[in-house]
């Protein structure tokens, strides 16, 4: 059952005086508790459709460093941050009370570089466009649809999340890259050099970093993260693809007044404060090795493993042969690759009715792929944001991209409210993901973001 969130010095409509409304930020947020997420953590291994128990999880390998904004020292008159980062959100299923609610929240974006929005699927996609107009008049909004939502009150499922970043410390520029069908690596690399050198012209040497919201069914971030990580002059890039919850059927981005499909946005954020890039995953190698024999680069599917049907030969790989295969089995028994020296996780889709796979990235023939198991998730967390902290002092906001297999693992193992929390705690507001962005490659079921300190 859902709870329902509050506003800043609101009660939602029904609610009774008195009742506990979900903290927020922005204009007369308040302390009040939190309510429970429905989930709750167990420490009893669980059991996947008959399969063998959950093993106990390793100790966590350490942490790879991520990109830090380094501190600077203010000019005359450049005083410390005139507002927190304002962050809202809303599970009202009719998109013009949702987006009223976020506004109230957040404000109306009079003081804001830009807004971004994540938001679920299932909302009329002109209803949205209009409510957002109504709500934020000329202050550019951007976002993208999801597979779930990270908010001030914790994960939600259709409903929508947002973030404010005030103009006094924050400068936004944005660029649309449309029919990423038809992808094209040197307009690409071209259009992304004349937007560096605009943010350059105005950032006053400030430091910045890029965010890459793309199309998640586009099947084209692999091109396009590169081309554009290589051309960013040393700017750290993170980012998300677009969901549709579990329908895979349909993603679109947001960008100033228009959802497009087929499309990517990628925003260069200059700021003042204090920021640092990360990425993490809680997946070790096994011993069980696969060798991808038939695949079709252009559509992510792999017909042939060991030269077996590529579905029927990982099922038996993971030791499930007589278990169907669903998105939960594949979160929870996920497949990686060695790049540089480090693993990365190759994320499944779906098996479709031929018993090929579809996967969340790029696959091609001879790929030799690993069957990895997971540590513990929460753990994993808990450092990354002690890292986080030490790195650049409290936190005022992450902006956070987890992929939804992640999102299904947690859920299964039942940790979703322990996970929840965390996020909560440590302010992070996102949105759940069909991959994730980060430098220069395109990754499968990790946490990727940036933290933005108050300082």
């Known amino acids: ?107 109306d974006g009079g003081d804001a570089a830009g807004i971004l929005v994540f938001f679920s699927p299932a909302y009329d996609r002109q209803e949205m466009l209009a409510a957002l107009k109504e709500a934020f008049g000329s202050t550019p909004v951007f976002g993208c649809t999801t597979a779930g939502e990270i908010t001030p009150f914790g994960y939600i499922s259709n409903g929508l999340t947002g973030i404010s970043f005030p103009a006094a410390d924050f400068m936004v520029h944005s660029a649309l890259f449309e029919g990423l069908s038809q992808f094209q690596i040197a307009n690409t690399i071209e259009r992304t050099h004349q937007l560096v050198s605009q943010r350059h012209a105005q950032a006053q040497g400030r430091p910045g970093f890029g965010l890459l919201l793309v199309d998640g069914l586009s099947t084209r971030e692999e091109q396009l993260v590169s081309a554009i990580g290589n051309a960013l002059a040393g700017l750290p890039l993170i980012g998300g693809s677009a969901g549709d919850g579990l329908d895979f059927k349909s993603t679109v981005v947001l960008h100033e007044g228009r959802c497009v499909g087929d499309a990517a946005i990628l925003l260069l954020v200059t700021t003042r404060r204090r920021f640092s890039v990360f990425k993490t995953e809680h997946f070790v190698p096994t011993e069980h090795k ?81 069957v990895a198991r997971g ?32 999102n299904l693992e947690t859920e299964q193992r039942n940790l979703k409210a322990a996970v929840s929390d965390l996020f909560v705690t440590h302010r992070v507001t996102g949105f759940c993901t069909y991959g994730e962005q980060y430098m220069s490659m395109h990754v499968n079921q990790t946490f990727t973001g940036v933290a933005i300190g108050g300082t």
């Open 1 to 107: 059952m859902k709870t329902k969130p509050g506003d800043s010095g609101h009660s939602p409509s029904g609610q009774p005086p008195g009742a506990k409304t979900r903290p927020v930020d922005g204009p007369g947020a308040t302390s009040q508790p939190k309510p429970k997420v429905t989930a709750r953590s167990s420490s009893t291994p669980p059991r996947m459709n008959g399969a063998a128990p959950v093993p106990p999880a390793p100790s966590l390998p350490p942490l790879p460093p991520f990109p830090v904004a380094p501190a600077r020292t203010r000019a005359r008159g450049d005083g410390g941050p005139t507002a927190p980062l304002r962050r809202g959100g809303s599970d009202k299923t009719d998109a013009r009370a949702a987006v009223a609610e976020l506004r109230r929240q957040i404000g």
């Open 375 to 406: 540590i513990d998730i929460v753990e994993n967390l808990h450092e990354l944001f002690r890292r986080l902290e030490r790195e650049i002092g409290p936190l005022d906001a992450i902006i956070g991209f987890d992929c939804v297999l992640r």
């Open 290 to 370: 696969m060798v991808v024999t038939g695949a079709d680069l252009e559509t992510r599917r792999v017909f042939e493993i060991n030269a077996e049907p590529a579905a029927l030969e990982y099922a038996r790989l993971v030791g499930l042969s007589n278990e169907p295969l669903t998105p939960k089995i594949f979160a929870a028994h996920p497949v990686v690759v060695r790049v540089g020296g480090q693993y990365h996780v190759r994320a499944i889709q779906k098996v479709n009715p031929d018993n090929s796979l579809t996967f969340h990235c790029a696959i091609d023939e001879g790929l030799v792929l690993t």
